[in-house]
């Protein structure tokens, strides 16, 4: 299957309204951090359905094609596919290894939060399992929002099996970082850390206090109970 086939089927969902709707949620107008985005009003349950009846019909080479489309519904088929893809070839190195590289060749256009977050904690995460992490520390010194949030984002599969070094050093990396998308990406990691290690989260964040971003904070004591909640925002570190 080539990809002017997956571009077809998502156009059979196209809606103008939820098009407008799109552009205004991720934020496409000047000045903006998606910028010049184009949408054609497909839902994500929309395109997982297509996904779905494509992923193992696709050739992968086609993948990167249509991970670089302008339209933003095309990237989000072609990552879910690559994950995908990827979760079927449990068995397979030579697959997995196949659609890294192929998500690796696909970053310029991975250029919003939806499209980091959906991707890289199925698919980055586990096959850097017990390999080497080097490349998420490259992805956070390339000075790109994007990849820095892929390499934050990504931690959260290591999170999920008690796995918290990578995303602590991350995370106190991107402090100084001026962007309000890292800021909250940095408090979701120390919160699912929280979750599974409230001690690590909250020591975390007291030895970091005075350079936490206010948004990461909020964001990582948000399931915290309200009156201790408070005590923190007031920098009552308890």
């Not at 095309?74 to 068995?91: D, P, Q, T, Y």
């Not at 975390?204 to 971003?213: E, I, K, T």
Request: hydrophobic share 40%.
């Amino acid at each position: 299957m080539k990809k002017e086939a997956v571009k077809e089927m998502l156009a059979q969902f196209a809606c103008d309204d939820k098009a407008q709707i799109l552009k205004r949620f991720f934020k496409t107008g000047k000045g903006e951090y998606g910028e010049g985005d184009i949408f054609i009003g497909v839902t994500v349950p929309q395109i997982r359905q297509v996904v779905e009846a494509c992923y193992d019909k696709i050739e992968h080479r086609e993948l990167v094609g249509l991970a670089l489309s302008p339209i933003h519904e095309h990237r989000m088929a072609a990552l879910l596919m690559m994950v995908r893809i990827f979760g079927k070839s449990r068995k397979d190195a030579v697959v997995q290894q196949s659609m890294v590289n192929i998500y690796m060749d696909s970053l310029e256009g991975i250029n919003n939060w939806d499209l980091v977050d959906l991707s890289a904690p199925k698919l980055l995460a586990p096959w850097l399992k017990n390999r080497d992490r080097g490349i998420l520390y490259e992805l956070s010194e390339s000075g790109d929002l994007w990849r820095e949030r892929i390499a934050l984002v990504t931690c959260l599969g290591f999170i999920r099996n008690g796995d918290f070094d990578d995303v602590l050093r991350l995370a106190e990396r991107h402090l100084g970082h001026s962007h309000d998308l890292i800021h909250k990406a940095i408090g979701w990691m120390l919160r699912e850390v929280g979750k599974r290690d409230e001690a690590v989260m909250t020591r975390f964040l007291a030895d970091n206090y005075s350079r936490l971003p206010r948004t990461s904070l909020r964001y990582a004591i948000e399931r915290m109970e309200p009156e201790r909640r408070k005590r923190w925002l007031r920098g009552e570190i308890c």
